[in-house]
């Protein structure tokens, strides 16, 4: 299983990112996928989900109605479209796959949330 995210970065409070996370290893369009965060002294946080058909989504009581999660079963890529960003939204932005028992990462993208 891989998964590696991409584009965080730095931008002002109230701009929109888009994470992308491009999975291989398993059979991905049978899987929930998830986007967790870690923010510095803090413990990692489910962001949101998205089940294997994304049907159905679920978000975190802090980001609703600002981020929305999607996924592309063909090119085995899930999303996470941030808008109305906040500072505290700053964190280290985690792709996950919960397999037979196994929580699988990838290795992290840098959002940052400062003017």
């Known amino acids: 299983v891989q998964l590696v995210e991409s584009g965080g970065g730095l931008v002002q409070p109230g701009g929109s990112l888009r994470l992308s996370c491009a999975a291989s290893g398993f059979t991905f369009s049978t899987y929930t996928m998830n986007w967790y965060r870690q923010a510095p002294g803090k413990e990692r946080e489910l962001v949101a989900a998205?089940?294997?058909?994304?049907?159905?989504?679920d978000y975190a009581n802090s980001v609703k109605g600002r981020f929305t999660i999607s996924r592309d079963n063909a090119k085995n890529t899930v999303y996470l479209q941030m808008n109305s960003l906040k500072p505290e939204d700053t964190a280290v932005y985690y792709c996950?796959?919960?397999?037979?028992?196994?929580?699988?990462w990838g290795q992290g993208t840098q959002v940052t949330v400062s003017s």
């Open positions: 996950n796959v919960k397999r037979y028992y196994t929580n699988y």
């Open positions: 998205i089940i294997s058909t994304g049907s159905n989504t």
